[in-house]
């Protein structure tokens, strides 16, 4: 098939997807395909009829969904799934940073803090429970990243269906009791309206005082003034995120400063990692797109990724 790339070209992606016999064309008239980096209102318009399907090369449309710029009149694929392991990565790195105290340390900037650090310390080996909100790719590659420590870990998914790895798994709608029985939480599910606020006053009340809450998934999952009162409150013991509401988290917002909570400026899945690892997805969604099969990620709208 005929591919193009837009706005911004990935050389390497294009070399990789034409060396499995599709053609790059410059030209978006001649595609029939398109492969589209941009964001919210940048795509072509009107997209030519050659068009079969549009390839984003992210996990997460929603903010194109509301944006308007997917539409029904085209099929569209994105690459969930692809970046579960550099996510999970991301992942538990907070996790541990956050647990271990290692920004309440750097800010202390004195040893004479080490025993109240000490107190606050968790420990994953301690028979610790893990729950993963959203338990697809990421929480997958996660559960096996975190099996050394010898955790019990609760998967959570929209439909309940056992979770490679997971000591135990729940369909979202019966999840209700998880909040007050793991001891560290994990969010990687995507944003749609059952998710939007997931994380609430409500929510943050039933977790355990050391519990800690980790967001690699979407920033909206939070409802972010209510981990504000959490956080401040001694009501969980920290939280770590590489996703926030707003995004990007203003410069003055009280989070930065809270010792208890770890922010990364969204650096799990980027650019850099998307160019290294998304080929071999836009080939497969090629693949199927050819002969007349539903896409391995082509996004259901209705659903909302």
């Not at 595609?31 to 009829?49: D, Q, T, V």
């Not at 929209?158 to 909040?179: I, K, L, N, Q, Y």
């Not at 809270?258 to 990692?273: D, E, S, V, Y």
Request: net charge negative.
């Amino acid at each position: 098939m005929k591919f193009t790339m837009y706005p911004g070209p990935w050389p390497n992606v294009i070399e990789e997807i034409a060396a499995a016999g599709h053609t790059y064309v410059s030209d978006i008239r001649e595609a029939e395909f398109l492969i589209y980096n941009g964001g919210p209102g940048g795509l072509p318009s009107p997209l030519p009829e050659s068009i079969g399907f549009i390839q984003y090369p992210f996990a997460g449309v929603n903010h194109l969904v509301e944006s308007g710029t997917v539409q029904p009149d085209v099929r569209w694929a994105n690459a969930g799934g692809v970046y579960g392991r550099p996510v999970a990565e991301i992942a538990l790195s907070l996790l541990l940073s956050q647990m271990h105290q290692i920004k309440a340390a750097t800010m202390s900037g004195s040893f004479r803090s080490r025993n109240a650090l000490d107190a606050r310390q968790g420990w994953l080996f301690d028979n610790a429970k893990v729950a993963l909100i959203g338990a697809g790719g990421i929480g997958t590659a996660l559960i096996e990243l975190l099996k050394p420590f010898g955790v019990h870990s609760i998967a959570v998914n929209r439909s309940g269906r056992p979770v490679a790895g997971a000591d135990e798994t729940f369909a979202m709608a019966e999840a209700g009791h998880v909040w007050s029985e793991a001891d560290y939480f994990v969010l990687t599910a995507p944003l749609t309206e059952e998710t939007r606020g997931l994380v609430n006053d409500e929510v943050l009340a039933q977790m355990k005082p050391h519990a800690v809450l980790v967001n690699v998934g979407r920033g909206e999952l939070v409802v972010t003034d209510d981990l504000v009162a959490a956080l401040t409150q001694g009501t969980i013991a920290g939280a770590a995120m590489d996703v926030t509401d707003p995004e990007p988290l203003p410069e003055s917002h009280p989070l930065w400063a809270l010792p208890n909570c770890t922010i990364l400026p969204h650096i799990a899945a980027t650019g850099r990692i998307a160019q290294k690892m998304v080929a071999p997805q836009i080939i497969a969604n090629a693949a199927a797109f050819e002969v007349g099969e539903r896409m391995p990620t082509e996004v259901d709208l209705e659903a909302g990724y």
